[in-house]
T-cell receptor, first 118, second 111 residues
Framework: GAVVSQHPSWVICKSGTSVKIECRSLDFQATTMFWYRQFPKQSLMLMATSNEGSKATYEQGVEKDKFLINHASLTLSTLTVTSAHPEDSSFYIC??????????????FGPGTRLLVL | SQQGEEDPQALSIQEGENATMNCSYKTSINNLQWYRQNSGRGLVHLILIRSNEREKHSGRLRVTLDTSKKSSSLLITASRAADTASYFCATDEDSWGKLQFGAGTQVVVTP
């Protein structure tokens, strides 16, 4: 199946610093990628839809100036958490959209990035 | 916002037993998918059922979909300790493939 990677897999940073998370589709091109956030013992919450070559579309309640998304190529999207604070500590998961399965839109998920802000 | 609600929130069974979990959603969908997530890990896609399908099987998994009730169920037969994980349903509502996830069911299978 299609593979999506994320880097780093975990990061610890001081409050006020910015953290960049990369999401790559390794064996297919993804014009659309999605970013999710998951707090402990909770479900995945969609943060934004990232489209190659255009601005990301953010879900209601997600600050676009706080969570910067760049989708500069068909295989790479980045999420930058700017001026991170402890409440931003979470598990961030990306997915890449693929239409491999007989035209059915399918998402392939990355392994996630655990962010801890001290 | 989350579309789906799942029940039960947690399920504890012994190996060999069947595990059933349910998912309800609110709007029209293109398809519904089930995912598994081991603790602290990424998601693993289990099965996709289209809106015009009523039942689908994959190995020990059986998924049903009732669009009139806006609900789906996932049955895991002959469960194994390795099935211990959280299970999420996700609905695909639009042409972009944006997924809305349910709250999840945490399944613990004891040997």
């Amino acid at each position: 199946g299609a593979v999506v990677s994320q880097h780093p897999s975990w990061v610890i940073c001081k409050s006020g610093t910015s953290v960049k998370i990369e999401c790559r589709s390794l064996d297919f091109q993804a014009t659309t990628m999605f970013w999710y956030r998951q707090f402990p013992k909770q479900s995945l919450m969609l943060m934004a839809t990232s489209n190659e070559g255009s601005k990301a579309t953010y879900e209601q309640g997600v600050e676009k100036d706080k969570f910067l998304i760049n989708h500069a190529s068909l295989t790479l999207s980045t999420l930058t958490v700017t001026s991170a604070h402890p409440e931003d500590s979470s598990f961030y998961i990306c997915s890449a959209r693929s239409e491999r399965l007989a035209g059915v839109v399918t998402q392939y998920f990355g392994p996630g990035t655990r962010l801890l802000v001290l | 916002s989350q579309q789906g609600e799942e029940d039960p929130q947690a399920l504890s069974i012994q190996e060999g037993e069947n595990a059933t979990m349910n998912c309800s959603y609110k709007t029209s969908i293109n398809n519904l998918q089930w995912y598994r997530q081991n603790s602290g890990r990424g998601l693993v896609h289990l099965i996709l059922i289209r809106s015009n399908e009523r039942e689908k099987h994959s190995g020990r998994l059986r998924v049903t979909l009732d669009t009139s009730k806006k609900s789906s169920s996932l049955l895991i037969t002959a469960s194994r300790a390795a099935d211990t994980a959280s299970y999420f349903c996700a609905t695909d509502e639009d042409s972009w493939g944006k997924l809305q996830f349910g709250a999840g069911t945490q399944v613990v299978v004891t040997p």
